[in-house]
Each structure stands twice: as structure tokens, then as C-alpha cells.
């Protein structure tokens, strides 16, 4: 794209209309306008979301797959109308492809226990990285150790990029599974996972990709991507926390025995066996998570009105205005600087720990997160106990980081 292009495309998407539908935006913190830059945690929802939620248990309620009454019909055409739009979102081939789940945590320990507990023997090999949050190490840790496998880890360089080169040199024909993050949640380093998912395929294994933060900043195409097992949470897409989802493909879930069992998951009972239902049921037992998948649904309409593209070029308009301001700030020094990033900075302060320096900023108004970020294994290799991470949406502006970089000032006096 051009530069012309881009500022073009820049400039004509209206930040004030889309703060507008964020409710949350317009509160004060400590008498100070909110400057909210955690969304890499948990995003903030638009009017639409919450009002569809509202709507939901206001007048739409009732349990889905189960009533022959009106509203009964209608949850469950809502509600697998969500699902409808998630197969759309991501281009899965089937919508049996997706399962919902209560988060992404979920959706990787299903696939460790319902895949791995099945596929995999004493011996085998999987790969993760370094730069793994815990919920895509711990679940292969406990299969692990159930199984007798090995668990090797892909290492990164000192800017945060993946050594795809020793990734390579660790596969061999034992290695049944990779899991690795689309998007790193510390570093922000978008992990080359298309290089991945080819050259774990050479050797038969399949592979499982933590899109926790990247199906909100760039598009997502289960088709080109050519994954076995894609995972993402709800609440970092500007939709209801208590829903993931996990993308599998139909041949491997089909053949997966169920991760719970209970109502809805079955076509028969009896005390001496049961019978599982079809895709995606299966893997769906007792009463789903209705008004938050159907939040989810009205989450992804909301983004696809504005466009992944214009909302990619407006968080790296963000990211790059906020990395040119930071660095004039003495003693302050950005973990992550791979080339390919999405919008999210960690960073350190010579004067000051990070959680004082979090605690500081949110009496600025400056809502950001510190410490290990659910990545300890990754600190340890930066040979930090914990970074302070601002990470940008798409209802953010430069005003935001301005707000940051002066209080960071401010920590600055206090500290310095």
C-alpha cells in the first residue's frame, strides 16, 4: 500500500464515532480522562454488544436445543447464528468447525486432553515456543507428563522474533503437535504461523495456534492458514468474557472423543453406553453460554462495519506514533522490537518497578498492566521479573499515548 494510500485510509477512519459507541470512554479515573490501554487483557464492548447481550436476557431468553416453543426457537437460531458468523470471520470450511468454549484457555486444554490424550504415546514430541502465555504451555506440561512425552520449546531472539531456523532442526518424525501464538501477547511480535503450520505438516504433525490477540487486529483465514486447531477468547474481540472459541478441523474433531459429557452432547443414553451427538454438539455438554455467544456474534459485526483493514492501519498509525514518543523518555527501554509487530508495547523504566509505575499511571488515567503477563518462562529468558504493557485497540488515538508518555513523566519526578 502506498503512503498516500495509507494516510488517506487513516485519516478517514473516524475515531470519534467509534469511541462514541464505547460508553465506557467517556469516564474519568482520579478526575483524569480514561486513557485505556489494556485492551490486550480484555477489550472494552461497544454499545451493540452490550446491548445485544441486554436484549438477550430482557426479552430473548430461554435455553437453546431443547424447547419447542417460540423463544426457545429463537435463542437457538440466534445462538447458532453466532456460530454462523464465526465460521464467516475466520473462513472456516464447515460450521461444524466451531466449537464454542468459555475461553481460549478452554479450547487448548480440550484439544491436550481430547486429542493428545487419544493421538498421542510415550515418546512423542511437541513443540512449543518461548513465547507462550501459560495457557499454551501448562496443558501440554500435564500431557505430558501423563503420557511420557517430550516438550520442546522454540526459542526467540533478543528482539522477540521466532528462531525459525532451530524450530526447523527440532522437528523430527516424533513430533506429533506444535503449538505456537499467533501474536505474542508480551512482545506483540506476529509470529510467521503459515511458516509454521507447512513445515510442522512435512513431518505429519498438526498444529495448534493461540490467536487469542490476533483475530482482533488482522484477518484470519482458516483456509490459508491451513491449521489443524485455532483458539480465541471472546472478551479480547470487543465481545462477552465467558466465550472462546476453537476452530478444529472436521476430520480431527470428529474422530476426538468428548471433552465433558453430559446434556446435549449425546443422541442417546442409556446406563450401559451412550451415544455422542454430531459435530459441533459434541463437544458442547449443558447449557451453553447463549447470551454471550450471541454478544460474540454482535462483536464480530461490529468490527467487520469497520473493516480489519482499517483497523490494522490505525493501530499501526498508533504503534508507531507511540514507539517514536517513548523513546524520548530517559531510561525507558521497549521489550519487543521485532519488525512485525501488532499494537502492543512492554516496556521497563530504570527509575521505577513496573507496578509502581502502572499504579502511577492510573492516577493519570492510564489504564495499562504489569508484571509477568501470564508469561513467566518468557520473562525468565528476558531476564526480567516484569514488564509494564500499554496495548492499543481500535477506539484508541494518539491523544492516548500522549496521556501515557506525560505521565510516564510523571513517574519520572517521583522516582528519578
Known sequence: MSDVAQKTMITSYDIDRIRADFPILSREVHGKPLAFLDSAASAQKPRQVIDAVSTVYETEYANVHRGAYQL?????????????????????????????????????????????RRELKAGDEIIITEME???????WQMLRDEKDLVLSIAPITDDGELRVDVFEELLTPRTKL?????????????????????????????????????????????????????????????GPSGIGVLYGKEALLDAMPPYMGGGDMINTVTFEKSEWAALPAKFEAGTPAIGEAIGLGAAIDYISSIGLDAIADHER???????????????????????NKASVISMTLDCAHPHDMATILDHSGVAIRAGHHCAQPLMDRLGLAATARASFGLYNKREDADQLVEALGAVQEIFG
Open 72 to 116: 426457545s426457537e429463537r435463542a437457538t437460531n440466534a445462538y447458532e447464528g453466532a456460530r454462523d458468523k464465526v465460521q464467516a470471520f475466520i473462513n472456516a470450511q464447515s460450521r461444524s468447525e466451531i466449537i464454542f468454549t468459555r475461553n481460549a484457555t478452554e479450547a487448548i486444554n480440550l484439544v491436550a486432553t481430547s486429542y493428545g
Open 133 to 139: 502465555h501459560h495457557s499454551n504451555i501448562v496443558p
Open 178 to 238: 506444535v503449538a505456537a501464538p499467533h501474536i505474542s501477547n508480551v512482545l506483540g511480535t506476529i509470529v510467521p504461523v503459515k511458516k509454521i503450520v507447512d513445515l510442522a505438516h512435512t513431518v505429519g504433525a498438526k498444529v495448534l495456534i493461540d490467536g487469542c490477540q490476533a483475530v482482533m487486529h488482522e484477518k484470519v483465514d482458516m483456509q490459508e492458514l491451513d491449521c489443524d486447531f485455532y483458539a480465541f477468547s471472546g472478551h479480547k474481540l470487543y
Open 317 to 339: 498509525d498508533l504503534l508507531n506514533y507511540a514507539t517514536q514518543e517513548l523513546a524520548s523518555i530517559d531510561g525507558l527501554k521497549i521489550i519487543g522490537t521485532a519488525p
